[in-house]
């Protein structure tokens, strides 16, 4: 499970195997390895997995499907956005506030 979240999350991020290796700190062959299932990040690698792509080490190791992007990195203006957002979408598109967004 942790293969396929890696690249998917590589894949939609638009990022490739070279930059997200530099990016961690490895090389382009232990990003290959890490997607094929031949091995597995350390701790430290994990981490730095889950800062890039902003999402729970549950979530990208499989744990839990539910894909929880942490969006304490973003301003606050952009924070209440998405929050925003979310409430709107969470009540069906049926809050008369959303045109406001």
């Known amino acids: 499970m942790f ?4 690249k998917q999350l590589r894949e939609q991020s638009g990022i490739k195997q070279a930059a997200l290796a530099h ?3 490895v090389s382009r062959s232990a990003i290959n390895a890490w ?4 091995s597995m ?7 730095a997995l889950c800062r890039i792509f902003h999402v729970s080490a549950d979530y990208l190791l499989g744990l839990t499907d ?7 990195h973003l301003p606050p ?4 956005l998405v929050l ?18």
Do not use: T
């Open 41 to 47: 990040p350390s701790v430290a690698n994990l981490l």
């Open 77 to 80: 203006q952009q924070q209440e």
């Open 3 to 6: 293969s396929e979240n890696l």
């Open 35 to 38: 997607e094929m299932g031949v």
């Open 84 to 101: 925003r957002l979310v409430e709107c979408l969470s009540a069906g598109g049926q809050d008369p506030g959303a045109a406001s967004l």
């Open 23 to 25: 990016d961690v700190g």
């Open 66 to 72: 539910d894909y929880c992007v942490h969006i304490g």
